[in-house]
Antibody, heavy 120, light 106 residues
Framework: QLQESGPGLVKPSETLSLTCTVSGGSVSGDNYYWAWIRQPPGKGLEWIAT???????YYNPSLKSRVTISIDTSKNQFSLKLTSATAADTAVYYC??????????????WGQGTLVTVSS | SYELTQPPSVSVSPGQTASVTCSGD??????TSWYQQRPGQSPLLIIYHDTKRPSGIPERFSGSNSGNTATLTIGGTQLMDEADYYCQAWDSSTAIFGGGTKLTVL
């Protein structure tokens, strides 16, 4: 299971911070990466970033300058920070597991999602 | 940047076959996944590696990928299949999602 947590309301220009707690498995598994994906209200899915337990990170080029993904293996959690938030960052934020078993990459487990609204 | 294009909507009658397409430059050379999202729910993986179904996904869901187009096919569509469907592929280590297709079963 994956569970997102963090503030549901962020002021413009501030930093959006979210944490995903993984239960029933370890974030340190060799065949798993951990990702953040968002969905603005009424719109489609947008991949934000992915991290491996070793610390290797991958970012959406359109967000890279504002996003940091990190992982805490001792807590079995990974986190997202998005700086200089604007109304355009209002979205449901999902954490997800990227499974690369059998050389077939896919997002096979998703959290329930958390709505973050950027507003004063 | 790489883009995936889906039709905004597809309609199908119950019991008929629905096809949802996903287009991208040389998409057939990449592996595609498909996700189903019902209103208010998280996306659910239904097809990966072009044609593989995760455990628990009904056999009526199938996928193909060739040339510039990947296709999700739902045979014997049921009312419960009404949902948004997203294709997804990898461009290097970047995950790309299509814009989504709303499947209406009527």
């Amino acid at each position: 299971q994956l569970q997102e947590s963090g503030p549901g309301l962020v002021k413009p220009s501030e930093t959006l911070s979210l944490t995903c707690t993984v239960s029933g498995g370890s974030v340190s598994g060799d065949n798993y990466y951990w990702a953040w994906i968002r969905q603005p209200p009424g719109k489609g899915l947008e991949w934000i970033a992915t991290i491996y337990y070793s610390g290797s990170t991958y970012y959406n080029p359109s967000l890279k300058s504002r996003v940091t993904i990190s992982i805490d293996t001792s807590k079995n959690q990974f986190s997202l920070k998005l700086t200089s938030a604007t109304a355009a960052d209002t979205a449901v934020y999902y954490c997800a597991r990227r499974n690369i078993n059998d050389s077939a990459s896919r997002f096979d487990y998703w959290g329930q999602g958390t709505l973050v609204t950027v507003s004063s | 940047s790489y883009e995936l294009t889906q039709p905004p909507s597809v309609s199908v009658s119950p019991g008929q076959t629905a096809s949802v397409t996903c287009s991208g430059d040389n998409l057939g050379k990449k592996f595609t996944s498909w996700y189903q999202q019902r209103p208010g729910q998280s996306p659910l993986l239904i097809i990966y590696h072009d044609t593989k179904r995760p455990s628990g996904i009904p056999e009526r869901f199938s996928g193909s990928n060739s040339g510039n187009t990947a296709t999700l096919t739902i045979g014997g569509t049921q009312l419960m299949d009404e949902a948004d469907y997203y294709c997804q592929a990898w461009d290097s280590s970047t995950a790309i999602f299509g814009g989504g297709t709303k499947l209406t079963v009527l």
